[in-house]
């Protein structure tokens, strides 16, 4: 409620107010002070004519001062004595109460300039009619921050270090995720069954849940807010592609402020799909990764992230078991279908996984294999491939600029058929 009450006796307000001079009033104080005032002008008035005081006791309390007025301007009355007599009552009635309607400050004034205008004489400088209202009360707005600020607090509020996206449960989606893409996952021994799930993002170890109501709160707020979360936190992807994939689709305007990714790629045919099973546990591994989904994820991720800077492919131990890496780091990273299922069937020269993650251009890409750094040779093999990804990621053209990426499927709620997953890359060409 605005601050509507004057503290002072009338006589006693100082020319200039402050937030100190003013408090707040409840309507039946305000009603409280009108009723007063016309009760006890109504009794004590000498110099009113009688028609006027017959129209002022019909009407309404708050407006005794403008009918006043108009009464003096209308010439009908020569004699503005009454108006002298209602400023002392007002006066008077202000100490009695403790204050004044801080709406009041104007009325009496029109009232005061009314009478000079009769009379010919000059307005009293010394009245409160002079007073100009200085609210001081300062209003916090937090777009003004400075903007080293406002940085702090969105850096309090969304840096957590790393945030894991992996795949929710097998059998239910909760109603709180039920605005993210969803997707199909095969469970069980067969690919015939399938599951319909969707992903769920984590903070593994300590550390409250960002705030990410933040984004919600106006558009420019949403858009700092997002450099923080998305710029400062390290997103790794620890689920299925599909996981990751559907992630990418529902974030596609903010994915250009991503900086740090981590992106796992399993090629052990003997895991089963587990989901995540309780909000705390960590993401288990995930079954072989599907190459479709993960071709898909670097076609996004090449039109969409100009700020990745670094990124690091997490790989089981498994590998070492599709990769011919006793013909040296080249042979591998040149192996057609590299840890794929056999019978796959690929178009010519179809890039493998390391090639896909080697189009990330002007990325520094490290390159981790489980299980790797105790055997001598791999660790070398290791080293070496992870420096030929670097340099194929050198040569290539830097694509994140030259498209306009944006989701064109209306969040459709299931990932085969949204527009990142459309084999035109229908999101490269937003209507
Ligand atoms: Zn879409």
Same mark, same amino acid.
């Given at each position: 409620?605005?601050?509507?009450?004057?503290?002072?006796?009338?006589?006693?307000?100082?020319?200039?107010?402050?937030?100190?001079?003013? #408090?707040?009033?409840?309507?039946?104080? $305000?009603?409280?002070?009108?009723? #007063?005032?016309?009760?006890?002008?109504?009794?004590?008035?000498?110099?009113?004519?009688?028609?006027?005081?017959?129209?002022?006791? #019909? =009407?309404?309390?708050?407006?005794?001062?403008?009918? %006043?007025?108009?009464? $003096?301007? !209308?010439?009908?009355?020569?004699? #503005?004595?009454?108006?002298?007599?209602? $400023?002392?009552?007002?006066?008077?009635?202000?100490?009695?109460?403790?204050?004044?309607?801080?709406?009041?400050?104007?009325?009496?004034?029109?009232?005061? *300039?009314?009478?000079?205008?009769?009379?010919?004489?000059?307005?009293?400088?010394?009245?409160?009619?002079?007073?100009?209202?200085?609210?001081?009360?300062?209003?916090?707005?937090?777009?003004?921050?400075?903007?080293?600020?406002?940085?702090?607090?969105?850096?309090?509020?969304?840096?957590?270090?790393?945030?894991?996206? &992996?795949?929710?449960?097998?059998?239910?989606?909760?109603?709180?995720?039920?605005?993210?893409?969803?997707?199909?996952?095969?469970?069980?021994?067969?690919?015939?069954?399938?599951?319909?799930?969707?992903?769920?993002? @984590?903070?593994?170890?300590?550390?409250?849940?960002?705030?990410? /109501?933040?984004?919600?709160?106006?558009? =420019?707020?949403?858009?700092?807010?997002?450099?923080?979360?998305?710029?400062?936190?390290?997103?790794?992807?620890?689920?299925?592609?599909?996981?990751?994939?559907?992630? %990418?689709?529902?974030?596609?305007?903010?994915? +250009?402020?991503?900086?740090?990714? !981590?992106?796992?790629?399993?090629?052990?045919?003997?895991?089963?799909?587990?989901?995540?099973?309780?909000?705390?546990? =960590?993401?288990?591994?995930?079954?072989?990764?599907?190459?479709?989904?993960? @071709?898909?994820?670097?076609? /996004? $991720?090449?039109?969409?992230?100009?700020?990745?800077?670094?990124? *690091?492919?997490?790989?089981?131990?498994?590998?070492?078991?599709?990769?011919?890496?006793?013909?040296?780091?080249?042979?591998?990273?040149?192996?057609?279908?590299?840890?794929?299922?056999?019978?796959?069937?690929?178009?010519? &020269?179809?890039?493998?996984?390391?090639?896909?993650?080697?189009?990330?251009?002007?990325?520094?890409?490290?390159?981790?294999?489980?299980?790797?750094?105790?055997?001598?040779?791999?660790?070398?093999?290791?080293?070496?491939?992870?420096?030929?990804? @670097?340099?194929?990621?050198?040569?290539?053209?830097?694509?994140?600029?030259?498209?306009?990426?944006?989701?064109?499927?209306?969040?459709?709620?299931?990932? =085969?058929?949204?527009?990142?997953?459309?084999?035109?890359?229908?999101?490269?060409?937003? +209507?």
């Amino acid at each position: 409620m605005a601050r509507n009450w004057v503290l002072h006796r009338v006589c006693d307000t100082p020319p200039f107010m402050t937030a100190e001079d003013l #408090s707040t009033a409840t309507p039946y104080r $305000l009603s409280v002070f009108h009723q #007063s005032l016309k009760f006890i002008f109504l009794v004590r008035v000498t110099s009113l004519p009688a028609g006027l005081y017959h129209d002022l006791r #019909s =009407s309404r309390p708050e407006s005794v001062p403008d009918r %006043l007025r108009n009464a $003096l301007l !209308s010439g009908d009355y020569m004699d #503005s004595g009454f108006v002298d007599e209602y $400023l002392e009552i007002v006066d008077e009635v202000s100490w009695r109460i403790g204050g004044y309607p801080r709406e009041c400050v104007k009325v009496w004034r029109s009232l005061r *300039e009314a009478v000079a205008l009769v009379t010919g004489q000059q307005i009293d400088v010394d009245a409160p009619k002079d007073v100009v209202i200085e609210d001081a009360t300062p209003i916090f707005r937090f777009v003004d921050l400075p903007p080293s600020i406002k940085t702090r607090i969105y850096q309090i509020c969304l840096r957590r270090g790393r945030v894991s996206v &992996g795949d929710w449960s097998t059998y239910s989606v909760p109603t709180t995720l039920k605005r993210r893409t969803e997707y199909e996952v095969d469970v069980g021994d067969s690919r015939v069954v399938r599951k319909r799930t969707t992903y769920t993002c @984590r903070l593994l170890g300590s550390g409250t849940w960002p705030i990410v /109501a933040l984004f919600q709160v106006n558009r =420019s707020v949403g858009e700092e807010a997002a450099t923080i979360f998305y710029g400062e936190n390290q997103f790794r992807f620890l689920g299925t592609a599909k996981s990751t994939l559907a992630f %990418l689709h529902d974030r596609m305007p903010r994915l +250009r402020y991503i900086r740090n990714m !981590s992106m796992r790629f399993c090629t052990d045919a003997s895991i089963k799909f587990k989901g995540c099973y309780n909000i705390t546990g =960590s993401i288990p591994p995930a079954p072989r990764t599907f190459i479709g989904a993960w @071709r898909r994820i670097f076609n /996004a $991720l090449v039109h969409t992230t100009p700020g990745l800077k670094a990124f *690091e492919l997490l790989i089981d131990k498994d590998f070492w078991w599709h990769a011919p890496w006793y013909n040296g780091a080249e042979a591998v990273f040149t192996t057609p279908a590299l840890g794929e299922p056999h019978g796959i069937r690929h178009y010519e &020269g179809a890039r493998n996984f390391l090639q896909h993650v080697a189009r990330l251009a002007e990325v520094e890409i490290r390159l981790t294999i489980d299980e790797t750094e105790e055997d001598e040779e791999r660790g070398t093999v290791r080293r070496e491939l992870d420096a030929l990804m @670097r340099a194929a990621a050198a040569t290539r053209p830097w694509l994140a600029l030259d498209e306009y990426p944006a989701c064109t499927c209306g969040r459709r709620l299931l990932l =085969s058929e949204s527009c990142i997953w459309d084999k035109y890359e229908a999101w490269r060409r937003p +209507r």
